[in-house]
Every structure is written in structure tokens, then in C-alpha cells.
């Protein structure tokens, strides 16, 4: 008698057709079940280091992960002058991480993403620039594309005044979109204002919600170690997905 059960790590599908589609809608790949560390809770603004959350969480368990690195990069590079006045005010008095610091976390993001996991890594135009790639050197993520996030506002500039951020697409090996990436209609260049930033970095909500309905299941974890205004938080609670994240100012 032949056994009808899909194969561990494969949603059962009625429509074979669409599995078989690199533009299907749907995704072969399921995150493992886990106990949640009792340190940690789900949909809460934990106050901690995000070296010590990767720390407690167990490996290959989650499929998305979204990092925006708070860097010093530009400001102290190009001194455009406005550092501790009126909007850099606020992004100045962030703690900052070294460039020790961020290949760190992208170590532990590769040590806790599911095989063809995703990681959104938010960059600015200077880092694009001047090859980050050093960055995650030593891990299992590649680069599979970019977004650009037309946020509709001017920022500073000596020469174009920067009206966009990034977002960078990695994954970690084996690469593969058919079967995981499951929308096809996200442009790569989104428009999206942020009405009220509580947080000098405030991110899209909408786009990141997007992002997240396309590499994961409804019900999977969505991890944040650097979260912020907790935006992402928002963005997967609203698509029927869980949050765990944390920043140091909480």
C-alpha cells in the first residue's frame, strides 16, 4: 500500500500545477516546531542585547529575520554638520554598532535561519557603495536582490539629497525561490511614507508585511534583533505571523 503522507518538510498541496510553477503561490518549505526559551516571549518589546537572544534561540528554527544595523558610516565619513541638530539629533544618540559588531549578528542570523531562509538587511546609499559583502563573509547568505524604499521625503546629500533607503534580500544557501517565495507582485521599487516616526530609523510597515507574506507560513516566527520601533513587530502581528525581537533602549 503506497503511503499518501507528504514527505517531512513539504506542505501538502492540492495543486500540483502551481507547486511545480516557480511562480506558484504556494511553499514547500515549513519551519520546525519549538519551545520558545522561557528568557524570551512572543509579540513583546524585549529589552536586551540581540547577540543574547540568538544566543537562546535554537538553530535552523526560523525563516525570516529582518536586521537594519545602526551604523555611524555616514556621519562620520561626509560630516554633512547636522549631528546633534533638529532630525540628527535623535539618530546620534543611538548606540552604534562597529563593524565588528554587525558581522556578529549576521552570524547569528545564519546560525538561526531555516535552510532558503530569508534575511532583509536595511542598508543605506553609502554602505551600497562601499561593499558590505565583507560583512557576511563567513556565513551561508548570499545576495538575491534589492529593494529600494522611496520613503517620499528629501534627506541630506552634498551633491542629490538621498530620497531612499534599501533593502537588501539575502538567503541562506540552498538558494532558491520556486516552492518558498510565494508573491510575485512586489516591486523593487516601493513608495511608502512613513506618517509618524517614533523612532529615527522607522521602517515601511507595508512593505515589510509583503515581504514577510512571501517567505513564511501564517503562525511562523519573525525575528528582529535590533527592532527599534518595533515596526516589524507590526508588520508580521498584522499578517497572522509571531514576533520575537529586542533592542537595547527596549
Given at each position: 500500500m503506497t503511503s499518501t503522507r507528504p514527505m517531512p518538510g513539504l506542505v501538502e498541496d492540492a495543486d500540483l500545477q502551481d507547486r511545480r510553477n516557480v511562480f506558484g503561490s504556494s511553499r514547500d518549505i515549513i519551519s520546525p516546531p519549538f519551545a520558545l526559551p522561557a528568557k524570551l516571549a512572543a509579540n513583546a518589546r524585549l529589552r536586551m542585547d540581540g547577540l543574547a537572544l540568538f544566543a537562546a534561540m535554537p538553530t535552523e528554527s526560523i525563516p525570516v529575520v529582518f536586521f537594519d544595523p545602526q551604523y555611524r558610516g555616514i556621519l562620520d565619513k561626509l560630516s554633512y554638520g547636522n549631528e546633534g541638530v533638529?532630525?540628527?539629533?535623535?539618530?546620534?544618540?543611538?548606540?552604534?554598532?562597529?563593524?565588528?559588531?554587525?558581522?556578529?549578528?549576521?552570524k547569528g542570523i545564519d546560525a538561526i535561519l531555516i535552510p532558503s531562509g530569508h534575511l532583509f538587511l536595511w542598508i543605506d546609499k553609502f554602505h551600497l557603495c562601499q561593499d558590505f559583502r565583507r560583512w557576511f563573509e563567513s556565513t551561508r547568505l548570499e545576495v538575491v536582490d534589492l529593494i529600494t524604499w522611496d520613503k517620499g521625503r528629501m534627506g541630506m546629500g552634498y551633491r542629490t539629497r538621498r530620497v531612499s533607503e534599501y533593502c537588501v534580500v539575502l538567503q541562506k544557501n540552498p538558494k532558491r525561490a520556486k516552492g518558498v517565495w510565494r508573491i510575485h507582485n512586489i516591486p523593487d521599487v516601493w513608495q511608502e511614507k512613513v506618517k509618524a516616526k517614533s523612532h529615527p530609523h522607522q521602517k515601511p510597515v507595508e512593505l515589510q508585511s509583503r515581504l514577510i507574506e512571501a517567505v513564511s507560513n501564517e503562525g511562523d516566527y519573525v525575528v528582529d534583533p535590533a527592532a527599534g520601533s518595533f515596526s516589524v513587530m507590526q508588520s508580521a502581528n498584522q499578517i497572522g505571523r509571531n514576533f520575537i525581537g529586542c533592542d537595547l533602549e527596549g
Open positions: 533638529k532630525r540628527g539629533r535623535r539618530r546620534c544618540e543611538l548606540l552604534q554598532m562597529s563593524e565588528g559588531m554587525i558581522r556578529a549578528f549576521l
